[in-house]
């Protein structure tokens, strides 16, 4: 497709939906006191803020952010971040699952979220309604997969990505023929048989341009573009959700297409998951690229003053702003907002989340004759695989460590997931501690 044909259809005409995601069950016990979107990425950011940015990279900007489970944290972040000029029609707002007198039942899945709400979304003018997920980790220019919609008439289009076998087996996969056509799906196939009538053949990697080695499948990214008046056919039901009920029944009625993209996306679903897109960002050559002006991320800005460090030893790391780190040695590990780092403190492949705030000499001294710890990690701890959740307060000479432990545990000061210690949001690890 040429580049000029990316740029023909009119960018007011697409509404963007965001599915804030349910109990978020599996990023538990991030998820604790915050909806799924609004957990913290990179140190600075938090899951919400991707989707987001990449609809106003593209040019959209109308965004509903679809919510239940703990969005207040969500709520304020959203408010206090997007706010467009009165002269333009952008806004992002949240849409939070409520009980009415017609209905009294939360949000059961993707397309009923979406049901529900349909009314309010067909007030606005839009040709495309473009439905995407609020935990992915991915950069992507939605113009090029609408001006694909557009050429090929579609009445769906999926974004799908070339996956291996064995990433296969946990996600979507899709079958198209040689005009990109869906033609069938399969929801997690777990068969070898199965698997082998779904790899694209030679024919049709070559003709989807697909560049990976060996086999692959299409899979799912749970990005989907609608046609208006599809949408309202579609949803003229009960079912619950877009992967499992409604895109597999519309595939033999309707134009289902796939655009296949190809770079990097990562879905943060789980703690081992999270756990790894973090650490893979403070690599040298790391696969997602936060440092790409051509199309950045935004957030919230915070007007914090520059990170201070005092004699700390510092290597592969991510240090955000506001932080005040001691003669520690960090290596393989992000510092989140505000984080305060005792002397002598080793931290390794850990991911500390920050600190809402920073806290008064008197908070200090309070906590200090009550035996508690100040915010922030303490002295000469030692910190390995681990999560800290914001806000926590870890005392001095601790040392955290999945080692010999198992792959999950739930404990009274911290939880194992994935074989990685998470220190829930406001944690309290007293002095000496050793996990």
Not at 174 to 184: F, K, M, S, V
Not at 354 to 376: C, F, I, W
Request: aromatic share 8%.
């Amino acid at each position: 497709m040429s580049s000029t044909g990316r740029q023909t259809h009119n960018t007011s005409k697409v509404l963007c939906v965001i599915m804030g995601g349910g109990q978020g069950t599996r990023l538990f016990p991030l998820t604790k006191d915050r909806a799924k979107p609004a957990v913290p990425l990179a140190g600075k950011y938090r899951l919400v803020d991707i989707p987001i940015s990449n609809c106003i990279n593209s040019g959209y900007r109308r965004i509903y952010v679809l919510t239940q489970f703990n969005s207040t944290s969500l709520h304020g972040h959203i408010s206090r971040t997007y706010k467009f000029d009165h002269f333009t029609s952008g806004f992002v707002e949240i849409l939070a699952a409520q009980q009415t007198f017609e209905n009294t039942s939360w949000y059961e899945g993707t397309a009923d979220a979406v049901r529900k709400n349909l009314i309010h979304f067909l007030n606005h003018d839009f040709d495309y309604l473009v439905i995407l997920s609020g935990d992915q980790l991915y950069r992507m220019d939605f113009r090029p997969i609408i001006a694909q919609h557009i050429e090929t008439q579609a009445g769906i289009t999926i974004a799908t990505i070339p996956v291996g076998r064995e990433e296969a087996k946990s996600l979507g996969i899709l079958q198209t023929d040689a005009t990109h056509r869906i033609t069938r799906f399969v929801e997690k196939p777990k068969e070898d048989a199965v698997l082998e009538t779904l790899k694209l053949s030679p024919e049709l990697k070559r003709k989807h341009e697909v560049k990976a080695e060996g086999e692959a499948y299409l899979a799912s990214m749970g990005i989907y573009i609608f046609n208006r008046d599809l949408i309202r056919e579609l949803l003229d039901n009960p079912l619950p959700d877009f992967g499992k009920h409604i895109i597999p029944n519309a595939i033999n009625k309707h134009p289902v297409y796939s655009y296949v993209y190809q770079g990097y996306w990562e879905d943060i679903g789980t703690i081992r998951s999270f756990f790894e897109a973090n650490l893979d960002l403070v690599t040298e050559l790391p696969r997602f690229n936060f440092f790409d002006m051509s199309a950045p991320i935004f957030s919230r800005p915070r007007y914090l003053p520059g990170s201070k460090i005092n004699g700390a030893q510092i290597d592969h790391a991510l240090v955000t702003d506001g932080c005040i780190i001691n003669g520690a040695k960090i290596v393989h590990s992000i510092i989140g907002l505000r984080t305060v780092v005792g002397a002598g403190t080793e931290l390794h492949r850990a991911i500390v989340l920050g600190s809402d705030y920073y806290e008064s000499d008197e908070s200090v001294a309070l906590h200090e004759r009550q035996g508690k710890p100040r915010v922030g990690v303490g002295s000469n701890c030692r910190i390995e695989n681990a999560i800290i959740d914001k806000n926590a307060r870890i005392g001095n000479n601790v040392t955290i460590s999945p080692a010999g432990k198992p792959e999950n545990v739930d404990h009274e000061l911290y939880f194992i997931r994935d074989g990685i210690v998470v220190i829930p949001k406001n944690g309290v690890i007293p002095h000496g501690t050793v996990i």
